[in-house]
């Protein structure tokens, strides 16, 4: 994709604040989404999805909500923790066709304590 | 449980010379198999995926080649390195057969340098 090249944009925040993730997709015709953490010299790992039939759905200090109508995903985490801090992708998939998934440009998020 | 391994972790490696990075899935059946890219402080970027063996789809075109001789093995190779073929190089699982989609599983990656 053309993000890829592009530096990631980074969050800074406060231990105990709550973050908030944002990612804009390209496809109308997705229709399942998910978050991804990808901690440094590793792999990304799942963190949450959401199906596009709804708009929200939460985890454990985590919420993902969903806009179709302006094609925009956003991660909240609650009272984040130095743990938290990573770099998160969103990816997309679109309806019916073979699982590739597509990966939003990622943000880093850096805690400070 | 299904695990995916990707080996090795490091790899120094001089310009030309050839390459091959080795992901083997364990615990699941005709996975859909992908290798990305990743830059350091960048994004995701898919090279190749696989649907069955022998079956490879190029997503940019590049110095690089992927091969899956088994169902559960994907490899990723180059006959002569160049410096930009430097990055992080993920290799991911994702299950085929069946209704809804799912999340992709991720190795841990290789660290290539290319000097």
């Known amino acids: 994709g053309e993000n890829v090249g592009l530096h990631l944009p980074t969050l800074s925040v406060q231990e105990g604040d709550n973050s908030i993730i944002n990612c804009a997709y390209s496809?109308?015709?997705?229709?399942?989404f998910i978050w991804y953490k990808q901690e440094s010299g590793k792999g990304p790992q799942f963190i949450i999805d959401?199906?596009?039939?709804?708009d929200k759905r939460q985890g454990q200090r985590v919420t993902v909500l969903l806009n179709k109508t302006v094609k925009h995903l956003s991660l909240q985490i609650a009272a984040t923790q130095p743990g938290d801090s990573a770099v998160y992708f969103c990816?997309?998939?679109?309806?019916?066709?073979?699982?590739?998934?597509?990966f939003g440009r990622g943000t880093s998020l850096i805690v400070h304590p | 449980s299904q695990t995916i391994h990707q080996w090795p972790a490091t790899l120094v490696q001089p310009v030309g010379s050839p390459l091959s990075l080795e992901c083997t899935v364990e615990?699941?059946?005709?996975?859909?198999l992908y290798w990305y890219r990743q830059a350091a402080g960048r994004g995701l970027q898919l090279l190749f995926y696989?649907?069955?063996?022998?079956?490879i789809s190029s997503e940019v075109p590049q110095n690089l080649s992927a091969s899956r001789p088994q169902d559960r093995q994907f490899i990723l190779s180059s006959k002569k390195l160049l410096l930009s073929d430097s990055g992080f190089y993920l290799c991911?699982?994702?299950?085929?057969?069946?209704?809804?989609?799912?999340?992709?599983?991720f190795g841990q990656g290789t660290r290539l340098t290319v000097v």
């Open positions: 991911a699982w994702s299950p085929r057969h069946i209704v809804q989609n799912t999340e992709a599983f």
């Open positions: 696989s649907v069955g063996i022998g079956q």
């Open positions: 990816a997309e998939n679109l309806e019916g066709g073979s699982y590739i998934p597509t």
């Open positions: 615990g699941t059946s005709n996975p859909n």
């Open positions: 959401i199906r596009s039939n709804m």
């Open positions: 496809n109308s015709a997705s229709d399942y």
